[in-house]
């Protein structure tokens, strides 16, 4: 989707339409922008009820997702596992390296895939994607390089809204008030 040319209504729902892959890092996006450490070094995680339920919903609509992260982030595979997540692209070179191998092992072009990033290190791949996304507290510096920008903190919403917005424009979102029996 070329950001200079997005239209609200039509480029960002034909986009959507051909979203078949999400694809989004674990630092700043799943987690938010905070690393919670204990006293021993250990990391803490945390991630957002909703952004999980909505990611469920997701794999059971036959969307790929896939996380990726520039750093192993080993303690997200259990959590991410848990929801059905195995597309886990953790402690590669670069998230573009991660972004790519994913596209490669699911056979998907980038016009199917939707990212969302939200800080400069995610640029190659929001530049790359079919629907670029970066949520509300991404880096100023995204805002006029993405088609769309969430209403949503990372971590706080984010994935849920971008998810929401994909499966209603593909009639697969089973959860709004006008949906017809």
Known sequence: M???LADPSSKIQQALQGVRALVFPVDGVLN?????????????????NRDA???KEA??????VAVISDREAGCFRPVLESLGITALYLG???LLDAYEAFRQEYSL???VCAYIGDDIADVPVLEKAGFPVTPIDGADYLRNRVGYI????????CIREIV???LQQQGKWLFTENREP
Do not use: C, N
């Open 2 to 4: 070329e950001p200079s």
């Open 32 to 48: 938010g922008p905070r690393m919670t450490f204990d006293s021993k070094g250990g990391e803490i995680i945390s991630i957002s």
């Open 53 to 55: 339920s909505a990611l």
């Open 59 to 64: 794999l059971r609509q036959g969307l790929h």
């Open 92 to 94: 590669g070179s670069s």
């Open 109 to 111: 072009d980038d016009e």
């Open 150 to 157: 969430s209403a949503f903190e990372g971590g706080k919403g």
């Open 164 to 166: 929401e917005m994909v």
